[in-house]
Protein backbone atom coordinates (compact mmCIF):
# COMPACT_ATOMS: atom_id res chain seq x y z
CA UNK A 1 0.00 0.00 0.00
CA UNK A 2 2.69 2.09 1.07
CA UNK A 3 4.81 1.64 -2.14
CA UNK A 4 2.15 1.96 -4.62
CA UNK A 5 1.56 5.39 -2.94
CA UNK A 6 4.89 5.79 -2.82
CA UNK A 7 5.32 4.95 -6.71
CA UNK A 8 2.28 6.88 -7.50
CA UNK A 9 3.74 10.69 -5.86
CA UNK A 10 7.22 9.29 -7.40
CA UNK A 11 5.47 9.23 -11.12
CA UNK A 12 3.45 12.44 -10.79
CA UNK A 13 6.77 14.30 -9.64
CA UNK A 14 8.57 13.10 -12.55
CA UNK A 15 5.53 14.05 -14.76
CA UNK A 16 5.65 17.23 -13.62
CA UNK A 17 9.24 17.82 -13.87
CA UNK A 18 9.11 16.94 -17.06
CA UNK A 19 6.71 19.32 -18.15
CA UNK A 20 8.90 22.02 -16.15
CA UNK A 21 12.11 21.10 -18.41
CA UNK A 22 10.26 20.26 -21.28
CA UNK A 23 8.66 24.52 -21.22
CA UNK A 24 12.34 25.81 -20.08
CA UNK A 25 14.06 23.74 -23.11
CA UNK A 26 11.79 23.88 -26.19
CA UNK A 27 11.84 28.04 -25.83
CA UNK A 28 15.61 28.20 -25.37
CA UNK A 29 17.73 28.96 -27.94
CA UNK A 30 20.41 26.58 -27.28
CA UNK A 31 18.02 23.66 -28.02
CA UNK A 32 17.05 24.56 -31.15
CA UNK A 33 21.07 24.47 -31.99
CA UNK A 34 20.72 20.86 -30.10
CA UNK A 35 17.47 19.96 -32.47
CA UNK A 36 19.47 21.16 -35.72
CA UNK A 37 19.17 18.62 -38.48
CA UNK A 38 17.66 15.66 -35.88
CA UNK A 39 15.76 13.52 -37.54
CA UNK A 40 14.84 10.71 -35.15
CA UNK A 41 15.60 10.86 -30.91
CA UNK A 42 14.80 8.06 -27.93
CA UNK A 43 13.90 8.75 -24.83
CA UNK A 44 15.70 6.09 -22.53
CA UNK A 45 13.78 5.47 -19.62
CA UNK A 46 11.53 7.91 -20.87
CA UNK A 47 8.88 6.90 -17.83
CA UNK A 48 4.93 8.03 -19.27
CA UNK A 49 6.64 9.67 -21.90
CA UNK A 50 5.97 13.72 -20.70
CA UNK A 51 9.50 14.81 -21.94
CA UNK A 52 9.31 13.24 -25.43
CA UNK A 53 5.34 13.97 -26.36
CA UNK A 54 6.50 17.64 -25.51
CA UNK A 55 9.60 17.54 -27.76
CA UNK A 56 7.41 15.09 -30.23
CA UNK A 57 4.34 18.22 -30.59
CA UNK A 58 6.83 20.77 -31.16
CA UNK A 59 9.32 18.55 -33.89
CA UNK A 60 6.24 17.02 -36.14
CA UNK A 61 9.24 15.92 -38.27
CA UNK A 62 11.04 14.40 -36.08
CA UNK A 63 10.35 10.54 -35.05
CA UNK A 64 10.37 10.23 -31.37
CA UNK A 65 10.47 6.79 -29.27
CA UNK A 66 9.51 6.57 -25.71
CA UNK A 67 11.84 3.16 -24.35
CA UNK A 68 11.59 2.23 -21.29
CA UNK A 69 10.59 -1.17 -19.04
CA UNK A 70 8.06 -3.38 -20.59
CA UNK A 71 5.96 -2.90 -17.18
CA UNK A 72 5.76 0.81 -17.64
CA UNK A 73 5.29 0.55 -21.04
CA UNK A 74 2.47 -1.48 -20.57
CA UNK A 75 1.03 0.60 -17.89
CA UNK A 76 1.18 4.27 -20.02
CA UNK A 77 -2.65 5.99 -20.33
CA UNK A 78 -2.07 9.53 -22.58
CA UNK A 79 -5.11 11.11 -23.60
CA UNK A 80 -3.71 12.58 -26.82
CA UNK A 81 -2.43 10.76 -29.27
CA UNK A 82 0.91 12.21 -30.78
CA UNK A 83 1.54 11.16 -34.88
CA UNK A 84 5.17 11.13 -34.22
CA UNK A 85 5.81 9.28 -31.04
CA UNK A 86 6.21 5.44 -30.24
CA UNK A 87 6.98 3.74 -27.27
CA UNK A 88 8.94 0.53 -27.26
CA UNK A 89 9.65 -1.63 -24.55
CA UNK A 90 13.13 -3.02 -23.22
CA UNK A 91 16.49 -3.03 -21.38
CA UNK A 92 19.19 0.05 -21.59
CA UNK A 93 21.44 -2.45 -20.25
CA UNK A 94 20.81 -4.89 -23.21
CA UNK A 95 20.29 -2.50 -26.40
CA UNK A 96 18.49 0.68 -27.13
CA UNK A 97 17.05 1.38 -30.39
CA UNK A 98 19.19 3.45 -32.82
CA UNK A 99 18.45 6.87 -33.18
CA UNK A 100 20.42 10.16 -34.41
CA UNK A 101 19.64 11.81 -30.79
CA UNK A 102 19.31 9.61 -27.42
CA UNK A 103 17.90 11.16 -24.46
CA UNK A 104 18.45 10.02 -21.09
CA UNK A 105 16.78 12.60 -18.74
CA UNK A 106 17.03 12.08 -14.54
CA UNK A 107 18.77 8.00 -15.47
CA UNK A 108 22.28 8.41 -14.46
CA UNK A 109 22.06 9.72 -11.48
CA UNK A 110 20.39 6.43 -10.15
CA UNK A 111 23.25 4.06 -11.09
CA UNK A 112 26.72 4.10 -9.96
CA UNK A 113 29.52 4.23 -12.17
CA UNK A 114 29.58 0.28 -13.10
CA UNK A 115 25.56 0.59 -14.79
CA UNK A 116 26.53 4.13 -16.46
CA UNK A 117 29.29 2.90 -18.00
CA UNK A 118 27.44 -0.14 -19.08
CA UNK A 119 24.12 1.73 -19.99
CA UNK A 120 26.28 4.27 -21.72
CA UNK A 121 27.94 1.51 -24.09
CA UNK A 122 24.53 0.38 -25.19
CA UNK A 123 23.42 4.57 -26.12
CA UNK A 124 27.03 4.40 -28.21
CA UNK A 125 25.97 1.19 -29.83
CA UNK A 126 22.68 2.95 -30.90
CA UNK A 127 24.05 6.34 -32.43
CA UNK A 128 26.12 7.35 -35.56
CA UNK A 129 29.38 9.38 -35.34
CA UNK A 130 29.06 13.21 -35.11
CA UNK A 131 29.83 13.92 -38.42
CA UNK A 132 26.53 12.03 -39.49
CA UNK A 133 24.69 13.99 -36.74
CA UNK A 134 24.03 11.22 -33.76
CA UNK A 135 24.88 12.51 -30.30
CA UNK A 136 23.47 11.37 -26.55
CA UNK A 137 21.96 14.02 -24.63
CA UNK A 138 21.90 13.84 -20.88
CA UNK A 139 19.93 15.68 -18.49
CA UNK A 140 21.09 15.63 -15.21
CA UNK A 141 23.13 17.80 -12.14
CA UNK A 142 26.73 18.18 -13.12
CA UNK A 143 27.73 19.38 -9.13
CA UNK A 144 29.18 22.59 -9.18
CA UNK A 145 27.71 24.20 -12.94
CA UNK A 146 26.52 26.89 -12.76
CA UNK A 147 28.18 27.63 -8.88
CA UNK A 148 28.38 25.70 -5.87
CA UNK A 149 25.20 25.09 -4.83
CA UNK A 150 23.55 23.86 -1.40
CA UNK A 151 20.50 21.81 -3.99
CA UNK A 152 23.30 19.51 -5.49
CA UNK A 153 24.92 18.69 -2.67
CA UNK A 154 21.64 17.87 -0.52
CA UNK A 155 20.85 16.06 -4.00
CA UNK A 156 24.11 14.10 -3.77
CA UNK A 157 23.39 12.68 -0.04
CA UNK A 158 20.00 11.93 -1.27
CA UNK A 159 20.69 9.35 -4.20
CA UNK A 160 23.48 7.94 -2.44
CA UNK A 161 21.32 7.15 0.43
CA UNK A 162 18.28 5.80 -1.29
CA UNK A 163 19.56 4.21 -5.08
CA UNK A 164 23.21 4.02 -4.57
CA UNK A 165 23.66 6.50 -7.61
CA UNK A 166 25.21 9.73 -7.14
CA UNK A 167 25.16 13.38 -8.64
CA UNK A 168 28.60 13.82 -10.64
CA UNK A 169 31.45 16.44 -10.84
CA UNK A 170 32.63 17.63 -14.55
CA UNK A 171 35.60 15.06 -13.87
CA UNK A 172 33.45 12.35 -12.94
CA UNK A 173 31.47 12.69 -15.87
CA UNK A 174 34.18 12.48 -17.78
CA UNK A 175 35.51 9.68 -16.54
CA UNK A 176 32.51 8.01 -16.91
CA UNK A 177 32.27 9.32 -20.91
CA UNK A 178 36.01 8.00 -21.83
CA UNK A 179 34.93 4.44 -20.37
CA UNK A 180 32.22 3.96 -22.26
CA UNK A 181 33.97 5.10 -25.50
CA UNK A 182 33.18 8.36 -26.20
CA UNK A 183 35.56 11.11 -27.30
CA UNK A 184 34.02 14.47 -26.63
CA UNK A 185 31.13 16.23 -24.67
CA UNK A 186 29.83 19.91 -24.48
CA UNK A 187 28.13 21.09 -20.83
CA UNK A 188 24.77 23.49 -21.74
CA UNK A 189 24.14 25.20 -18.33
CA UNK A 190 20.15 26.25 -19.49
CA UNK A 191 18.56 24.94 -16.44
CA UNK A 192 19.53 25.82 -13.51
CA UNK A 193 21.06 23.23 -10.98
CA UNK A 194 20.45 21.15 -13.87
CA UNK A 195 22.63 20.96 -16.81
CA UNK A 196 22.40 19.47 -20.63
CA UNK A 197 25.26 17.71 -21.49
CA UNK A 198 25.37 16.00 -25.18
CA UNK A 199 28.25 13.71 -25.79
CA UNK A 200 29.78 12.34 -28.59
CA UNK A 201 31.96 10.34 -30.77
CA UNK A 202 34.50 10.72 -33.23
C1 LIG B 1 13.86 8.55 -12.44
S1 LIG B 1 12.82 7.92 -13.68
C2 LIG B 1 13.06 9.14 -14.96
C3 LIG B 1 11.92 9.15 -15.92
C4 LIG B 1 12.02 10.24 -17.00
N1 LIG B 1 13.23 10.15 -17.78
C5 LIG B 1 11.88 11.61 -16.38
O1 LIG B 1 12.86 12.34 -16.31
O2 LIG B 1 10.77 11.93 -15.94
C6 LIG B 1 13.80 6.54 -14.31
C7 LIG B 1 13.16 5.77 -15.45
O3 LIG B 1 14.07 4.75 -15.92
C8 LIG B 1 13.34 3.59 -16.20
N2 LIG B 1 14.22 2.41 -16.16
C9 LIG B 1 14.80 1.86 -15.06
N3 LIG B 1 15.54 0.80 -15.43
C10 LIG B 1 15.42 0.67 -16.78
C11 LIG B 1 15.95 -0.26 -17.72
N4 LIG B 1 16.75 -1.25 -17.35
N5 LIG B 1 15.63 -0.08 -19.04
C12 LIG B 1 14.81 0.94 -19.43
N6 LIG B 1 14.28 1.86 -18.57
C13 LIG B 1 14.59 1.71 -17.26
C14 LIG B 1 12.28 3.57 -15.10
O4 LIG B 1 11.20 2.72 -15.40
C15 LIG B 1 11.88 5.05 -15.04
O5 LIG B 1 10.85 5.36 -15.96
Known amino acids: MIDTKFNELFQQAMTSDSQLIA ?67 GDMFEAIPHAQLILLKWILHNWNDENCI ?16 GKLLIIDMVVGIPSDNLNQALANVHMLSILGGKERTEQQWKYLFINAGFNDYKILSILGPRSVIEVYLA
Open 23 to 89: RVLLTSNEFKGVMHGVESLVDVGGGDGTMASSIALAYPDVKCTVFDLPNVVEGIQRNEKVGNLTYVA
Open 118 to 133: KVLKQCKEAIQSRDKG
